[in-house]
């Protein structure tokens, strides 16, 4: 049993900071995929970011609305994959799920909010 806990959102100003975290606990061997999406009121679950596996060299991906304003990374010690978010826009308001593909199993956080104000 895998459970995925988020944490970090928030309500900050437009231009402002938020680090959203996803932490994986139960019986992990192998992390396959981690990354983030997220769904605004009324829209599609749309990908943000990712971040593969140690073994397959750590390359992050990101879509093409938040190039350049966010990061993703993992500590692989602590099961936990973060998404640094800078620059942040109104329009990024949106509930932001982690995905973690682990042992061929796709797991996915409760999603937290992500509110941004003009």
């Known amino acids: 049993q895998v459970q995925l806990v988020e944490s970090g959102g928030g309500l900050v100003q437009a231009g402002g900071s938020l680090r959203l975290s996803c932490a994986a606990a139960?019986?992990?061997?192998?992390?396959?995929?981690m990354g983030w999406y997220r769904q605004a009121p009324g829209k599609q679950r749309e990908f943000v970011a990712a971040i593969t596996s140690s073994t397959s060299g750590g390359s992050t991906n990101y879509g093409d609305s938040v190039k350049g304003r966010f990061t993703v990374s993992r500590d692989n010690a602590k099961n936990t994959v973060y998404l640094q978010m800078n620059s942040l826009k109104p329009e990024d308001t949106a509930v932001y799920y982690c995905?973690?593909?682990?042992?061929?199993?796709?797991?996915w956080g409760q999603g937290t909010q992500v509110t941004i104000s003009s």
């Open positions: 139960g019986s992990i061997f192998s992390i396959n995929f």
């Open positions: 995905r973690l593909i682990i042992a061929g199993i796709d797991y």
